[in-house]
């Protein structure tokens, strides 16, 4: 998956670090959006699914995040609340960011947020995305919830950051 993101800015003859500390503010506003519980239309997530599930111990769910609170099984564990239970009752919350506090935050174990990195740059583009442990579930989650772009607001956002660390304005 790939997306183009055109900055209205003068131009600038950068380097590769200055190239790849604009990438890293990308994943931070992104990251920041996520913590909060929106999507980059900043729009609320959907919320999680209510219906009763299995967590198979031997699935890539348990594998994650080993779930707490649910009704023990031989081989899973049931939450008569769904994935919205499991969730809530297995994940350690952080307050690391403030305004962690959505219920849909794309955070369980925290693997897909801590694989989403600058892949690659140059000193005139980067690419930004997820590294191949967490590729398929990860993209799978942006098909469904869409987290990977930036907002106008957040371009603008972008914009004055460029232009304050880079500019001097």
């Known amino acids: 998956m790939k997306a183009t993101i ?19 503010d990308i994943l931070a506003i992104i990251k920041i959006r996520i913590y909060k519980g929106l999507d980059y239309n900043l729009s609320k997530f959907r919320a999680y699914s209510t219906k009763p599930i299995y967590i198979n111990y031997k699935s890539t769910t348990y594998k994650r995040l080993k779930p ?28 690391a960011i403030e305004g962690q506090t959505a219920s849909v935050d794309l955070t369980l174990s925290g693997m897909m947020l801590q694989n989403f990195v600058v892949l690659e740059a140059t000193n005139t583009k980067f690419t930004i995305g ?4 967490v590729q398929d579930y990860g993209y ?30």
Do not use: C, H
């Open 68 to 95: 707490k609170g649910g009704v023990k099984k031989p081989k899973s564990m049931f939450f008569a609340g769904g994935y919205a239970e499991y969730k809530d009752k297995s994940r350690k919350r952080s307050n």
């Open 6 to 24: 055109s900055l209205n800015l003068p131009t600038l003859n950068l380097n590769k670090p200055q190239m790849v500390a604009i990438a890293q």
């Open 130 to 133: 997820l590294l191949p442990p």
């Open 140 to 169: 799978a989650v942006n098909q469904d919830r869409g987290f990977i772009a930036l907002a106008d607001k957040e371009v603008d956002q972008l914009v004055q950051i460029v232009k304050a660390n880079l500019l001097g304005e």
